[in-house]
């Protein structure tokens, strides 16, 4: 849920005294310009904004957002973010991450995420590379990739963010591409103005260790417009397909949220008085 007030807002209203340190040409740099004209858009108070970070290139995103911010540890991005939320529902929260913060060491907490359903927003900034380690294979690093670890070509199969995600049951699934700007911006605005977990991922070269800045255009293609993004079979069918790579939204569904759900208890455990409580808390003593 955002938080927007009557106030002009402009994209240099979320732009921190910090300037980025990323390599020149990064892809990160788009996400974070897109960001900004998301939020701009959106006219969110930045008091009430929080963006959340992993480990990694993406890592530094919050130290540029002019929000509140939370650097956490390695894959730890959405246990913090889901934290934040359930404490102030009304908070916009925003998780931002690396395809190998959030696929591989964090890999293990999208799938609850997803399930859960908190209405908060994740950006996967994904370049197939580990960028600020000096550019080992990751999660999502295509089979015969040659880096410092895998000097012979790498032998694994890549994961597929997009298929995890349905699988996994998150409400809102879209990839956007750094290089697009525009379009980006309307996907990240509209995976904010969801209600429930909205996964983006997004295609963001690494200029310096990978550099796709060639071979990811021609391979591009918009989600075609009869695509039923209520159907998550049809979902399925798009995001495994891999003759091109599709932009746009794959799936979306309104469903109750984590927060809903707790503000429920809540309810049900005020309605049922002291007495119940002390009963339970006898029960387990």
Not at 185 to 207: E, M, Q, W, Y
Not at 222 to 230: A, F, G, K, Y
């Amino acid at each position: 849920m955002s938080t927007a007030v009557d106030a002009k807002y402009t994209p240099q209203s979320y732009k921190t005294d910090e300037h980025p340190i990323w390599c020149p040409g990064c892809g990160d740099f788009g996400v974070l310009a897109s960001l900004y004209n998301s939020l701009a858009g959106l006219k969110i108070d930045p008091k009430n904004l929080v963006v959340v970070s992993g480990i990694g290139c993406s890592g530094r995103t919050p130290g540029f957002v002019k929000s509140f911010g939370f650097h956490a540890v390695h894959g730890r991005v959405l246990p913090v973010a889901l934290g934040v939320k359930v404490a102030n529902p009304e908070l916009t929260v925003i998780g931002a991450g690396g395809d190998g913060d959030g696929f591989a060491i964090g890999g293990g907490h999208i799938a609850h995420a997803a399930r859960r359903n908190p209405d908060l927003t994740y950006l996967i900034m994904d370049n197939s590379t580990y960028g600020l380690t000096k550019g080992q294979y990751s999660p999502t690093s295509p089979v015969g990739y040659k880096a410092g670890s895998t000097p012979y070509g790498n032998i694994e199969r890549p994961l597929n963010p997009l298929a995890m995600l349905i699988a996994y049951g998150a409400t809102f699934i879209a990839q956007g591409y750094s290089g697009k700007p525009k379009e980006l911006t309307d996907l990240i605005t509209r995976s904010i103005r969801h209600k429930g977990f909205a996964f983006v991922n997004i295609i963001s070269p690494c200029i310096t260790f990978y550099n796709t800045y060639k071979v990811i255009p021609p391979r591009l293609a918009e989600v075609p417009r009869d695509h039923d993004t209520s159907s998550r079979p049809k979902a399925f069918e798009l995001a495994l397909q891999d003759d091109h790579i599709t932009l746009g939204v794959f799936y979306e569904a309104r469903l109750p949220t984590f927060e809903e759900g707790v503000a429920d208890v809540i309810r049900h455990a005020q309605a049922a008085g002291p007495s119940r409580l002390e009963q339970i808390f006898a029960e387990f003593s």
